[in-house]
């Protein structure tokens, strides 16, 4: 069977048979998508001369379809529809969406936004499924890849990040932890009393100091790492049950410290400035109607469950 192709055809056609087909008459054809009669006549001779048949013949006062062209209607509206869809710009609904969101952080954030930020998602996207991803190098590699839809953490503490953006969603700064009945609950900490005592150090990998340890050796000193851990939520009971102190995020601090824990400034030596934590996605969401929504309800979420209470609200 031979098949025209399509390389060679003006698809800008089919909307003139479109109308041609609905309306069989050249002069109606012509308004319905705003062309001049001559302009739709030149268009129907092309079509004649692609589809080798005559499309619209006379009878009477008026013109008929063809049964070839007859049997172009319903196909070539299916056609156009989907090449419509296509076209139109994506659109999402929350309520109906059955989107699979991947997110990845530190379960120190995801402590302090998840509860809030289920809560909305699933009221609004009730379809919806959210996984939470641990961080790791494999997901890491993921976000930076496009592979996982978005990612809390401190871009300056981390590796590089090549096609991608971030937005600022809350400050943060460092404290001391320490159980009440430790020796130095409720005095104000030098840092020679800081460097004296024994250490949980938190982070991510488990290994590793950090900017305390490189003050602290500036100055001719050095602490005990006595326990090294990457998972934030078992700092609580860490601290209660032994005599180490631990350095960590503020809004953790006052989430976990519960009524057998105290909160305290560093030394004034190893204050440093605020940190930022963002929310972090690959260029191949940027645009997406369903990332976008994802991305303003976690902004907002963070306005409201980010607060550190007391002893003052860091600024936003």
């Not at 499309?55 to 009477?60: E, I, K, W």
């Not at 940190?275 to 991305?295: C, G, V």
Request: aromatic fraction near 6%; hydrophobic fraction near 45%; glycine fraction near 4%.
């Amino acid at each position: 069977m031979h098949e025209t192709n399509i390389r060679n055809v003006d698809l800008n056609l089919l909307v003139a048979l479109e109308a041609l087909l609905k309306e069989a008459s050249v002069t109606r054809a012509a308004m319905a998508v705003n062309l001049s009669q001559p302009a739709m006549s030149r268009a129907l001779d092309r079509l004649r001369a692609t589809l080798k048949d005559p499309l619209l013949v006379r009878s009477g006062r008026g013109m008929v379809l063809t049964p070839r062209a007859e049997s172009l209607r319903v196909p070539l509206h299916d056609a156009l529809e989907r090449v419509r869809s296509v076209m139109s710009p994506n659109e999402f609904n929350p309520a109906t969406s059955r989107e699979c969101f991947r997110l990845v952080g530190v379960d120190y954030v995801s402590h302090l936004i998840l509860p809030s930020l289920l809560e909305e998602i699933y009221t609004q996207a009730p379809h919806v499924t959210v996984e939470v991803e641990q961080l790791s190098a494999t997901a890491m590699e993921d976000l930076k890849t496009g592979k996982i839809d978005l990612g809390f953490g401190v871009l300056n503490d981390g590796p590089a990040f090549d096609q991608a953006y971030a937005q600022p969603l809350f400050e943060d700064h460092f404290v001391c932890l320490l159980r009440k009945t430790h020796w130095l609950a409720g005095k104000n900490l030098s840092l020679e009393d800081f460097a004296a005592c024994s250490h949980a150090l938190l982070s991510i990998t488990g290994r590793g100091g950090g900017e305390i340890d490189r003050r602290l050796a500036q100055v001719g000193l050095s602490r005990k790492i006595a326990l090294r851990l990457s998972h934030f939520m078992a700092i609580h009971s860490v601290i209660a049950t032994t005599n180490l102190i631990t350095t960590i995020p503020a809004r953790l601090a006052y989430r976990v410290k519960g009524h057998d824990l105290a909160v305290q400034d560093l030394p004034d030596e190893l204050q440093g400035p605020n940190f930022t934590i963002s929310q972090i996605w690959h260029e191949r969401f940027h645009n997406d109607p369903a990332r976008k929504w994802l991305r303003a309800l976690v902004k907002n979420v963070c306005k409201n469950c980010t607060r550190i209470n007391p002893p003052v609200e860091v600024p936003l």
